[in-house]
């Protein structure tokens, strides 16, 4: 469900798949959305970074918001 979601950069999709599988035993989970902006910011930056950065282990994430 996150590929998909990624992919087809639907935002709405990749809040129900966050919320459906962190936090299955909220009814509504708004910050869902706080994680998937985290989520989809973290896939577009690592698919720019070179696969022997990532190999290497020296990944570079960025550091998340406080909410």
Not at 18 to 28: E, F, K, M, S, Y
Not at 40 to 58: F, K, M, W, Y
Request: proline share 7%; net charge negative; no cysteine.
């Amino acid at each position: 469900a996150y590929d998909d979601a990624l992919e087809r950069n639907d935002h709405d999709a990749l809040v129900a798949a966050l919320a459906r599988n962190v936090r299955p035993d909220a009814g509504t989970w708004p910050q869902a959305t706080h994680l998937a902006g985290y989520v989809a910011d973290v896939s577009r930056r690592l698919a720019e970074q070179p696969t022997e950065s990532i190999v290497s282990g020296t990944v570079a994430f960025p550091v998340a918001k406080p909410i």
